[in-house]
């Protein structure tokens, strides 16, 4: 039996309905706990490094495209998979769009990663 959905839920409910779709994603999908720790290890290394603010904000900027862009594509994958498993053209190209927007945010993320880290680094070797 399927379970209603009410609607206009409070804020609480629906910031849970939120809270409980990240954790299912960093629960059952590989990539976006790949990409959540390379995010962490990248934070570290800006604390580490005494970035400035804006140079922090343009990194969180791009963590979170990524964060996002992988949530975004895990649902479109999920409801492809919901239509059926059969193979069809559209369901894969649904799922390569989605998951080539992942990569472009990704390759983004480590294009601002250089630019932010190159100089910092530099002196560290420098030295």
Do not use: C, W
Not at 36 to 48: C, K, N
């Amino acid at each position: 039996m399927r379970e209603e959905v009410k609607q206009n839920s409070g804020f609480l409910v629906n910031f849970k309905f939120a809270a409980e779709g990240i954790l299912y994603s960093f629960r059952t999908q590989r990539n976006m706990r790949i990409h959540f720790a390379a995010a962490v290890l990248v934070l570290f290394l800006a604390v580490f490094l005494h970035l400035s603010k804006s140079e922090f904000i343009y990194l969180l900027f791009s963590i979170f495209l990524v964060l996002i862009a992988e949530m975004i594509n895990s649902a479109i994958e999920l409801a492809v998979d919901l239509y059926g498993l059969e193979y069809l053209p559209l369901a894969k190209a649904a799922k390569d769009v989605s998951a080539g927007a992942v990569l472009l945010a990704a390759v983004n993320s480590v294009i601002v990663g250089i630019l932010v880290f190159y100089p910092y680094l530099l002196k560290i070797s420098i030295r």
